[in-house]
């Protein structure tokens, strides 16, 4: 994590967002969401084609005026996401621009796709697939939908407001259960391993600074996988895991930390002992300074990859063919030509049959270069699968 960040919001990871922002957000799409979803539904085709020629019409007199210009070095493209679809682009010889507003680089391009331009947020999406008609990167909901597919989620529940009414959730669900944002991303402001009402009150208003809407689930165990579907089909399989330290009898959780830093992978973050991590191995009844018992292990936090000095693993040749179909079903449910689904399963080289898994969540805007820069296994080139959707 940055400095900077750091001095921000421990619990927003290495992505610190403004909380009242982001805060006031979520209050404005729990007005507007209900309302938009049934216009959605009823707004015939030719309608939104309309309003995207409107828009056109409006970014051609922007980019006229000057208030916005068109970058072409991929080097400033501003996510690695888009980088990557960037890099394709060049290899297909498709000219693509990034749109820089009053000097800022955002995650906005253009490109030029069968002699017309087409605009896009970072993947570029045909018009005739973007069917986005449910907000499936809402927690709650996506979960609500997925069940009446019989497709495995975890159980849940949306947190009230009211403290009487959380003890009752609390007494019901099953623990350890973890508490989140109903939206968002990054794993922001969530927390883990939670056993005791005053953690999950500790826990809720953590969550509660980003999102009016919470939700608490039942925590399952295993590794956190990403599922990328490309119109309908299964693309990549990542597998990752946090920063974890085995005991070895002699060394303190916090000297274990050090000696991890110390013979890292070059390509894998050096843990950063924090308060977020020192709360997630309190919730594990254990203090940073504790000898660790020899052999066991242990994750210092939920978050996963490289940049928390986790491992990450692109996987979908090992994947056991018993996954396939239930994920392209979900997949194929949201109607998304391109989704992220978030899985935690204990052995994704085992039939699903065998073990208990769910997917916890759904990406409509996936980071599909996750793909690509795994510390272990073969890239899947997912940037080409998405232009595919042109042909």
């Known amino acids: 994590m940055s400095e900077k960040n750091k001095l921000k919001c421990e619990y927003c990871g290495d992505a610190y967002v403004n909380h009242g922002f982001v805060l006031f957000g979520g209050y404005l799409s729990a007005l507007i969401d209900p309302m938009f979803q049934k216009m959605n539904k009823l707004l015939p085709d030719c309608m939104?084609?309309?309003v995207d020629i409107f828009?056109?019409?409006?970014f051609n007199i922007h980019l006229f005026l000057r208030v916005i210009k068109l970058s072409e070095n991929v080097e400033k493209a501003n996510t690695l996401r888009s980088k990557v679809i960037w890099e394709e682009a060049i290899k297909r010889g498709i000219k693509m621009s990034q749109v820089v507003f009053m000097g800022i680089y955002t995650d906005n391009y253009r490109a030029k796709i069968n002699g017309e331009y087409v605009y896009f947020d970072s993947l570029p999406i045909p018009d005739s697939m973007n069917?986005?008609?449910?907000?499936?990167d809402n927690k709650y909901y996506f979960k609500k939908h997925f069940m009446t597919q019989?497709?495995?989620?975890?159980?849940y529940f949306k947190v009230s407001l009211f403290k009487n009414k959380r003890k009752q959730l609390f007494d019901k669900i099953d623990k350890p259960?973890?508490?989140?944002?109903?939206?968002?991303?990054r794993g922001r402001h969530t927390t883990t391993h939670i056993y005791n009402i005053?953690?999950?009150?500790?826990?809720?208003k953590i969550a509660r600074q980003l999102s009016p809407a919470i939700v608490m689930e039942e925590q399952l165990m295993g590794y956190v996988c990403r599922a990328t579907c490309v119109n309908g089909k299964l693309a990549g399989f990542y597998r990752a895991?946090?920063?974890s330290v085995i005991g070895d009898g002699i060394h303190t959780i916090e000297e274990l930390v050090v000696l991890k830093n110390e013979n890292k992978p070059e390509r894998v973050s050096a843990v950063e002992i924090n308060t977020e991590i020192k709360e997630h191995i309190g919730r594990l009844g254990l203090k940073i300074d504790d000898v660790l018992p020899k052999d066991k292990k242990i994750f210092l936090s939920y978050r996963i990859g490289r940049l928390f000095g986790g491992v990450t693993r692109e996987m979908l040749d090992e994947l056991h063919p018993s996954f396939v179909p239930v994920l392209e079903k979900a997949s194929q449910f949201t109607k998304l030509p391109v989704v992220g689904l978030d899985c935690i399963i204990i052995d994704p080289e085992?039939?699903?049959k065998t073990q208990k898994w769910g997917i916890i969540e759904c990406n409509t805007l996936p980071f599909i270069d996750l793909h690509y820069f795994a510390l272990f296994g073969k890239p899947k080139n997912i940037a080409g699968m998405v232009w595919d959707l042109w042909k």
């Open 48 to 50: 939104i084609r309309f």
């Open 55 to 58: 828009l056109k019409f409006l």
């Open 131 to 136: 069917t986005l008609r449910k907000n499936w």
């Open 150 to 155: 019989d497709l495995p989620v975890p159980k």
């Open 177 to 185: 259960f973890i508490v989140k944002p109903q939206e968002g991303s």
């Open 198 to 204: 005053e953690d999950f009150e500790k826990a809720y």
């Open 241 to 243: 895991e946090p920063a």
């Open 350 to 352: 085992s039939d699903e």
